[in-house]
């Protein structure tokens, strides 16, 4: 089965930086869509970027402009650049392929 697993999550001050990644497990290339999203408890998990395989990216309002992702193929890795970092930001963050399975997540806490 597709899946991602997350990484890079922490805590770090408002204004501060994270980069996450997003390495395919179980199969060579994501021919799809990557998309992020994070949640928090008792909310719906909501959508933060998505990067196709052309390159095209898409963001949330929220974060446009501070967020960046990109993706490498030679090493099935996409990557979340989080930059200026706000206490709203704390969440769960989660990537999949496409529709496929999501990845365990990676933690990040924003602290102002």
């Known amino acids: 089965q597709v899946q991602q697993v997350e990484s890079g999550g922490g805590s770090v001050q408002a204004g501060g930086s994270l980069r996450l990644s997003c390495v395919a497990v179980?199969?060579?290339?994501?021919?799809?869509v990557i998309w992020w999203y994070r949640q928090v408890p008792a909310k719906a998990r909501e959508f933060v970027s998505g990067i196709g395989t052309d390159g095209s990216t898409t963001y949330a309002d929220s974060v446009k402009g501070r967020f960046r992702i990109s993706r490498d193929n030679a090493i099935k890795t996409v990557f979340l650049q989080m930059n200026s970092l706000k206490p709203e930001d704390t969440a769960m963050y989660y990537c999949?392929?496409?529709?496929?399975?999501w990845g365990p997540g990676t933690q990040v806490t924003v602290s102002s």
């Open positions: 999949r392929c496409g529709d496929g399975a």
């Open positions: 179980g199969y060579t290339y994501c021919r799809s």
